[in-house]
């Protein structure tokens, strides 16, 4: 079967990138022919992205020389980061063309179109959610989703009343996480049920396969995706607690002065590397606990100082590792608390033994 997914796989950090390698993974060794859709919206790229980040932060809203001193450093910047992942991704990706439209992605033609993982379901850099990632260009063919993310729980009952309507029109429906089967199921919408990220479907094995060279020293590595400033002081404070160097790994060019020896956007291969070799992980970033756990790393949760944090909590209570949140920031004791990753790995096999039982469903095999 021929299958064209749309996910989030532009913006560039790397939980974008790995979940779009994996799903391409996973269908591949099913038999089916492949791709991503190369959909990126123009307000999603360049200036426009820059500014409508901007123009979502609260802090900014009414202060216009606030926002000209935000686009002016961080446009520069995210240009040179984009350039950089969109190596990435011709790289490790079978893409379709580029389309920026609803008009050019109803031009596609596939036997099944899947939405995919990660927070599709939820606001973009704009605010609103985009009905391209419902399947709303699909005319012909079957109309899937697998790992999909609302990236929030609560909704306005216009949104809600709008959602239920996009998402009737889907033949089958697997979401990522608990919170997802519960909205599905107040709204009456069909669901196969919850399954794994795709970046768990591998396990630590089959990415190594990824790495090229393997982090022969002992660090604390901190991946942050949120702007969080008791995170940052707290992994500073936990590397030496632990008296190991910190090193911070971010696409990002701003987070060089938040601590730690910084490695500016690494080639995925490398990400991967740092994470395998790392005695202990920082992070508040869902992926990055997806890949703690797949390497059996030793991990500290920050939850995001926002209204995502449901996705990490989803994946820590699957897995039985509620207990890796930290609960005080003046709390180093996790260093000792060593993680029984036979009993994870466990659990992890079981998931996902069920997650492809429903993938497969989804797909009618």
Not at 8 to 18: A, V
Request: net charge positive.
């Amino acid at each position: 079967m021929n299958i064209k997914v749309i996910t989030r796989h532009g913006p560039s950090n790397y939980g974008s990138l790995l979940q779009s390698i994996a799903t391409l993974h996973i269908l591949e060794k099913l038999g089916h022919r492949a791709e991503i859709i190369d959909y990126q919206r123009k307000d999603e790229r360049g200036l426009k992205a820059t500014i409508a980040q901007v123009n979502q932060k609260a802090g900014y809203a009414h202060n216009i020389v606030k926002k000209l001193l935000y686009v002016l450093v961080r446009y520069p910047m995210e240009t040179i980061t984009r350039v950089r992942f969109d190596g990435m991704r011709k790289k490790y990706l079978k893409l379709t063309s580029r389309v920026c439209n609803e008009e050019q992605l109803s031009m596609l033609k596939a036997d099944a179109f899947m939405t995919g993982s990660d927070q599709v379901w939820g606001p973009l850099y704009n605010g609103r959610y985009d009905t391209a990632y419902f399947l709303s260009f699909v005319r012909n063919s079957k109309r899937l989703a697998y790992a999909a993310s609302f990236g929030k729980t609560n909704f306005h009952n216009d949104i809600i009343k709008e959602y239920k309507q996009l998402l009737s029109a889907y033949d089958a429906i697997a979401v990522r996480e608990d919170s997802a089967v519960q909205l599905l199921s107040d709204w009456n919408i069909p669901c196969k049920g919850q399954v794994l990220d795709p970046t768990l479907m591998l396990d630590g094995r089959q990415w190594s396969k990824m790495i090229l060279k393997e982090k022969q020293e002992k660090y604390v590595l901190v991946y942050q995706i949120h702007n969080d400033v008791n995170l940052n002081s707290y992994a500073i404070r936990f590397a030496k607690n632990v008296d190991l160097p910190l090193i911070r790994v971010s696409p990002h060019l701003h987070q060089a002065k938040r601590g730690g020896k910084f490695k500016w956007c690494p080639d995925v291969s490398e990400f991967l590397a740092y994470i395998k070799g790392c005695t202990y992980l920082i992070t508040d970033s869902f992926h990055g606990t997806c890949f703690a756990i797949n390497f059996n790393r030793q991990f500290i949760e920050i939850l995001p100082n926002t209204s995502t944090g449901s996705r990490n909590q989803s994946i820590l209570k699957v897995t039985g590792l509620e207990n890796r949140i930290l609960k005080s920031f003046d709390d180093f004791s996790l260093a000792d608390n060593v993680i029984d990753y036979d009993k994870v790995n466990s659990i992890l096999y079981k998931e996902r033994v069920s997650s492809m039982r429903i993938l497969k469903t989804t797909l009618g095999i």
